[in-house]
C-alpha cells in the first residue's frame, strides 16, 4: 500500500469509503490503467478533482509521431472514470466531447490528465477533463456526461 499522504492512498481510502461492498466487484485497477501505466498524482475529494499521469510510449504513437487521439481519449476517460467512482454511486460514460489543440510529440515523457466533477442532475454527472504536456501547456479538452446505475 502507498504511503498514506500520496494521492494514490487518498483515493483508495475515498473509495473504499464509497463503495464499501461494492468494492470487490469490480477489477481495481482495471487493466486498461495498468496497460497504460497511470498513476495518480493528485487528489482532493473536497475539490472533487483528480490528476492522473500517463507516459508517452513508443506503441501509442500515431504515423506522424505523436500521441495518439484514441490514447488521450482513454487516458482522459482512465482518470474521469475514476474520479467518477469516488463522487457517485457506480455509473458509466455515457457520452464524451474532446477537443484536440495540441499534438503530444514522442519525445514528450508523459501527459497529465486533470479531471473534476462539476454537477450532477438526477442520475446524470457532469465532468470537465484536460490534457496538460511536461510544460503545463493544454493539448485537449474534455465534458463527459456519466449516468448512474442501479447496482
Same mark, same amino acid.
Given at each position: 500500500?502507498?504511503?498514506?499522504?500520496?494521492?494514490?492512498?487518498?483515493?483508495?481510502?475515498?473509495?473504499?469509503?464509497? &463503495?464499501?461492498?461494492?468494492?470487490?466487484?469490480?477489477?481495481?485497477? /482495471?487493466? @486498461?490503467?495498468?496497460?497504460?501505466?497511470?498513476?495518480?498524482?493528485?487528489?482532493?475529494?473536497?475539490?472533487?478533482? &483528480?490528476?492522473?499521469? #500517463?507516459?508517452?510510449?513508443?506503441? #501509442? &504513437?500515431?504515423?506522424?509521431?505523436?500521441?495518439?487521439?484514441?490514447?488521450?481519449?482513454?487516458?482522459?476517460?482512465?482518470?474521469?472514470?475514476?474520479?467518477?467512482? @469516488?463522487?457517485?454511486?457506480?455509473?458509466?460514460?455515457?457520452?464524451?466531447? &474532446?477537443?484536440?489543440?495540441?499534438?503530444? /510529440?514522442?519525445?514528450?515523457?508523459?501527459? +497529465?490528465?486533470?479531471? +473534476?466533477?462539476?454537477?450532477?442532475?438526477?442520475?446524470?454527472? #457532469?465532468?470537465?477533463?484536460?490534457?496538460?504536456?511536461?510544460?503545463?501547456?493544454?493539448?485537449?479538452?474534455?465534458?463527459?456526461?456519466?449516468?448512474?446505475?442501479?447496482?
Amino acid at each position: 500500500m502507498p504511503d498514506k499522504n500520496t494521492a494514490s492512498a487518498k483515493f483508495h481510502k475515498a473509495l473504499k469509503e464509497r &463503495l464499501k461492498t461494492l468494492l470487490g466487484k469490480f477489477t481495481l485497477p /482495471p487493466p @486498461v490503467f495498468q496497460t497504460m501505466q497511470g498513476e495518480f498524482v493528485n487528489f482532493d475529494l473536497e475539490k472533487k478533482i &483528480l490528476g492522473c499521469r #500517463f507516459p508517452v510510449m513508443e506503441e #501509442f &504513437l500515431n504515423p506522424y509521431g505523436s500521441l495518439q487521439g484514441g490514447i488521450i481519449s482513454a487516458a482522459i476517460d482512465n482518470t474521469i472514470g475514476p474520479l467518477s467512482m @469516488v463522487v457517485a454511486e457506480p455509473n458509466f460514460t455515457r457520452r464524451m466531447d &474532446l477537443k484536440f489543440s495540441k499534438p503530444v /510529440p514522442a519525445e514528450a515523457k508523459h501527459i +497529465r490528465v486533470i479531471a +473534476r466533477f462539476t454537477a450532477q442532475k438526477r442520475q446524470m454527472l #457532469f465532468f470537465e477533463a484536460e490534457v496538460l504536456n511536461e510544460s503545463g501547456e493544454c493539448c485537449a479538452t474534455a465534458k463527459a456526461t456519466h449516468w448512474i446505475v442501479n447496482m
